[in-house]
């Protein structure tokens, strides 16, 4: 099974935030969209609208953990990691994006096809159509 497979039964919004917003701006976001994570955009002049990195639930616990009360005023830009964005494409395989998410030890990937965000995925995403398979091949065998 590919990651498009699991787009294409996914809502086709994708909850973003921009990297000068607010952790608590993001958790409002969050929490709205009922999600635990949010694509972070940046406006570059030269490429327009670019997804740079993930912030998540994880994200919010440690500028509070770090902080205190003043980690809601913290920007999302100062706790991603802009090095280097790890994302997928809707041709990968779940199994490529498993091993991807377990090397860099994260649970939410951007989908990203010729430059253009095209959805998200979640490790939830990727046991649940796991699970469908073997519920699947399970009906399939004679009784």
């Given amino acids: ?18 990297m000068n ?3 608590a701006i993001a958790a409002q976001l969050m929490r709205a969209s009922n999600v635990s994570a949010l694509v972070v955009k940046d406006v570059v002049r030269t490429e327009g609208n670019t997804a740079v990195g993930m912030f998540t639930e994880r994200d919010v616990v440690r500028a509070i953990a770090e902080h205190g009360a003043a980690g809601i005023n913290i920007k999302v830009s100062q706790l991603i990691s802009v090095q280097q964005l790890v994302s997928c494409t809707s041709n990968d395989t ?49 009784a």
């Fill in 1 to 18: 099974m590919k990651v498009g497979d699991i787009l294409r039964k996914k809502t086709a919004r994708i909850a973003t935030v921009r």
């Fill in 21 to 23: 917003e607010t952790v």
């Fill in 94 to 142: 779940l199994e490529d994006v498993r091993h991807l998410m377990n090397k860099h030890h994260i649970r939410h990937l951007p989908v990203i096809d010729d430059y253009s965000l095209c959805g998200v995925i979640s490790i939830r995403d990727i046991s649940t159509a796991f699970d469908d398979e073997v519920t699947a091949a399970a009906r399939a065998v004679p």
